[in-house]
């Protein structure tokens, strides 16, 4: 094992600062934990620098407020592999946004490797090492800290700036620079992190197909839900499983006795939330409610011609990725893609003008923001998908 340092005092803070002011990049993972719990428990920070490797033993700490610092220096190159649940977790408990960012899983598909590519992967592929991957569902929380957890966090860190540095020179090469720069920024905007409210209803593939009054339950429920998580630090299927959102859903107006009936809903649950259930449903309508239920999706069947139209078009969108020896679904998304094909007037940040402009092409681009006036012709032996 390489020479480290763990961090657990004031102490190891300070000396971190003072060793590592004037350092240009900062390689970084996290480990933490989200199962069976409503708040992700942060326990490691595991950063490299040009002065050595370090782990913040974020449970025994007081804080980690000279990572916090360096993560919103936009002087400072921060360089990690699939770092946005990372950056996400910062922001949520330290409310930082991180600046001057380089992902190596991003990088990765802009100079022809399929995204997402693990990070395991990626080490193999650009540097012909293997990187142990045995630890990870591990105890994190567990102290003291067992050595072989201590190696599998410094290996999920050691190769970032050898794969930062292999990766740019290719960009460089390909003329990349500014579209990794652009797609990079994403991170690095506070409306990224914003929390859209009541969002897993409004994405709940229930929700469209409804009555009012059962949509109405199931945007409650679903926030009753959170909110009981929320309250005992639980994650939300330790308070109600997913799976059984819909039959409690589809059972609520025949009240308690409906429940009850239903053998997929437990009689441990009726007992204890059925009367609670049967309230949720019979309130009355907020106004609040009324302008969730505006954004709720209209149903829609999708013409078994017009989904020949969009396959076609997304077929084309791969064709020219592949081309470019660009990762498709970096491009465009798959699920994006079914999303707007289903709702015709569905728009997206990634229709902007940028550096997909460029790959794409003017063509794909109209057909993606007009697909509804998208036709196919056959003539001549020849088969052509046009705009009306």
Known sequence: MKDYSLLTNE???????????????????????????????????QVATTNGLYIFDAIQLPHIQPIVEILANPNILKISHAGENDYRLMQELYQVIPKNVFDTQIAAGFVGHRYPISFRALV??????????????????????KARQIQYALDDVIPLKALHDKLSSQIE??????????????????????????????????????????????IRLIEWRRQLAERRNHSKEMVLAKKYIPPIVKSIHL????????????????????????TLYKKDITAEEKDILRKVPTPTRIDPKKEIKMEMLYAFINYQCLSHKIAPELVFPRGLFK????????????????????????????????????QIEIEEGQMVLRLR
């Open 124 to 145: 193999q592929a650009e540097l012909n090492r293997r990187v142990s991957k045995v630890q990870t569902v591990t105890d994190w929380e567990h102290r003291p800290i």
């Open 339 to 374: 999303r707007m094909k289903e709702n015709t007037s569905l728009t997206s940040d990634l229709l902007k003008a940028g550096w997909r402009n460029k790959i794409l092409g003017t063509a794909i681009m109209k057909s993606l923001s007009q697909r509804d006036q998208l």
């Open 11 to 45: 102490q190891d803070l300070q000396q971190f600062r003072e060793e590592n002011k004037q350092i240009d990049w900062l390689c970084i993972d996290t480990e933490f934990i989200g199962e069976k719990r409503y708040q992700t428990l942060l326990c490691l920070v």
């Open 255 to 278: 009240g308690v006795e409906g429940l009850r009936q239903n053998r997929r809903i437990s009689e441990r649950f009726v007992k204890r939330y059925g009367k609670d259930m049967e």
């Open 173 to 218: 090469k390909l003329n990349r620079t500014d579209w990794v720069k652009e797609e990079m920024q994403k991170v690095e905007s506070a409306e990224y992190y914003e929390k859209i409210p009541f969002r897993e209803a409004l994405n709940h593939n229930l929700l469209p197909a409804l009555a009012r009054k059962e949509q109405v339950f199931l």
